[in-house]
């Protein structure tokens, strides 16, 4: 049971304090995308949320994205991110697979990052198995 409980529970993405995150040695940010940065299935994202990773980018943090989206992956939802951000879609979270495809693609260790998402079994589940920190969205931005 403690591989489903999230090191840290919030919100939304926006509640998160990033500058404490950072201030404790995070550096990488693995976002889940559906239901954490946008509806399910969302083909567009709000311009605010690509602006949101930008900022996140400039203080100093890897940002990626890693989603269990298996089908529709060429949406321009996620055609948009792969401009801003790495995206490891069809990732089979809570297999260990595409979060470490993610953190290679970032550069660093299941110690240096921290996953978003809003699902126990696959983002907390999946990142709590390799020991990166979780934190458990309640709710999207959108």
């Given amino acids: 049971m403690r591989y489903l409980r999230p090191t840290e529970t919030v ?3 926006a509640d998160i304090d990033y500058d ?3 201030a404790i040695g995070k550096r990488l940010l693995l976002f889940d995308l559906d239901n954490t940065l946008g509806r399910r299935g969302t083909e567009h994202l709000p311009e605010r949320i690509l602006d949101f990773l930008r900022s996140l980018r400039d203080r100093g943090f890897a940002v990626g994205i890693v ?3 298996r089908w529709n992956t060429e949406v321009p939802a996620l055609q948009k991110l792969r401009d801003y951000v ?3 879609h069809a990732a089979g979270k809570p ?8 953190l290679e693609r970032l550069g660093g260790t299941p110690a240096d990052a921290v996953m978003i998402g809003d ?3 696959t983002d907390i589940l999946g990142a709590n198995r ?3 920190y979780s934190i458990l969205v309640r709710s999207s931005t959108h």
């Fill in 130 to 132: 390799l020991g990166i």
């Fill in 11 to 13: 919100p939304t993405i």
């Fill in 119 to 121: 699902r126990r079994l």
């Fill in 67 to 69: 989603t269990n989206r």
């Fill in 95 to 102: 297999r260990r697979r595409g979060f470490l495809e993610l």
């Fill in 86 to 88: 790495p995206v490891v």
């Fill in 20 to 22: 404490r995150l950072h």
